[in-house]
């Protein structure tokens, strides 16, 4: 069982930065595909990116291409989405997601174990 802490959410202002942390507990951390997923108000879960158990790959969904990174420390068993430029419509909770992966990494929600609760991440216009 692995447990996903989230950290870092809050309110911005368009155009500000703000790093989200996801740290993990109870598994071998590398092992993992880590995926970042946010979800607005009345909108459904959309994927943000993805990043590989070794870290050598990531997967950015259009909409936060150039603007959003995303990183993880296996050594610190956490992972980090750094988001920079912020715009409104980046309003949402977002959420850390692990998946057990050899290789490669998920965009479907579906194929993945473990969510954190989630953080609101507010950006003012």
């Known amino acids: 069982q692995v447990q996903l802490v989230e950290s870092g959410g809050g309110l911005v202002q368009a155009g500000g930065s703000l790093r989200l942390s996801c740290i993990a507990s109870?598994?071998?951390?590398?092992?993992?595909?880590m995926g970042w997923f946010r979800q607005a108000p009345g909108k459904e879960r959309e994927v943000v990116g993805a990043?590989?158990?070794?870290?050598?790959?990531?997967y950015y969904t259009d909409s936060v291409k150039g603007r959003f990174t995303i990183s993880r420390d296996n050594a610190k068993n956490t992972a980090y989405l750094q988001m920079n430029s912020l715009k409104p419509e980046d309003t949402a909770v977002y959420y850390c997601?692990?998946?057990?992966?050899?290789?490669?990494?998920?965009?479907?929600?579906?194929?993945?174990?473990?969510w954190g609760q989630g953080t609101q991440v507010t950006v003012s216009s």
């Open positions: 990043i590989t158990g070794s870290g050598d790959s990531t």
């Open positions: 997601a692990a998946g057990r992966a050899t290789y490669g990494y998920y965009i479907d929600s579906r194929l993945y174990d473990y």
């Open positions: 109870g598994g071998t951390f590398s092992r993992y595909a």
